[in-house]
């Protein structure tokens, strides 16, 4: 028997920080090291510890989480220039509309603020996911963190 899980949509909250970034974390270590080395997924990981990175986003942003039950179990932000900052789902949440309600919620409020295209640096791991919902591969991005580079595809959706 499949039980449809309600996932419930809002606006993130400093209390949520704890939450988020070991969400972030695990997800990484867990869903991500398929696509990745050992040493990138550490320091990609080690991100998740930059507890006033988290509150400046929360702040700076528009930040979604995703619950099912009162559990965390994804987010997403999106800047006021279309800019897709962070796709997050718990690793034991995987394939269950959680990522699509967080992106349908983004595109909402990219409407709103009448954002002629979002625009996003995605993961390999992501990419697939992007490409599903009518995100079209814009080229690369390299972001480096201490001292590891990363190759994001630049992924951008139109919106009028």
Same mark, same amino acid.
């Given at each position: ?11 993130? &909250?400093? #209390?949520?920080?704890?939450?988020? +970034? ?11 090291? %398929?696509? @990745? $080395?050992? !040493?990138?997924? #550490?320091?990609?990981?080690?991100? $998740? %510890?930059?507890?006033?990175?988290? &509150? ?8 979604? &989480? +995703? !619950?099912?039950? =009162? &559990? ?10 279309? @800019? ?5 789902? /718990? ?5 269950? =509309?959680?990522?699509? !309600? ?13 954002? /002629? !295209?979002? @625009? +996003?640096?995605?993961? %390999? ?7 599903? /919902? =009518? @995100?079209? /591969?814009?080229?690369? %991005? ?19």
């Amino acid at each position: 028997m499949n039980i449809t899980k309600k996932i419930d949509i809002r606006i993130a &909250v400093n #209390e949520d920080i704890e939450s988020i +970034a070991s969400l972030f974390n695990t997800t990484i270590r867990i869903v991500n090291a %398929k696509d @990745y $080395s050992p !040493e990138e997924i #550490e320091v990609w990981a080690s991100c $998740s %510890k930059r507890t006033e990175g988290w &509150v400046n986003k929360i702040r700076q942003q528009t930040f979604y &989480v +995703a !619950e099912i039950n =009162g &559990v965390l179990v994804g987010f997403s932000s999106i800047e006021k220039d279309g @800019y897709l900052d962070f796709m997050y789902v /718990h690793n034991e949440y995987q394939k269950q =509309g959680i990522a699509k !309600e967080l992106l349908l919620a983004i595109e909402r409020k990219a409407n709103k603020q009448n954002n /002629h !295209e979002i @625009y +996003a640096y995605v993961s %390999k791991t992501a990419k697939s996911f992007f490409e599903k /919902h =009518g @995100y079209m /591969h814009n080229g690369n %991005k390299t972001n480096s963190i201490n001292g590891i580079d990363f190759v994001n595809s630049i992924m951008v959706k139109n919106l009028k």
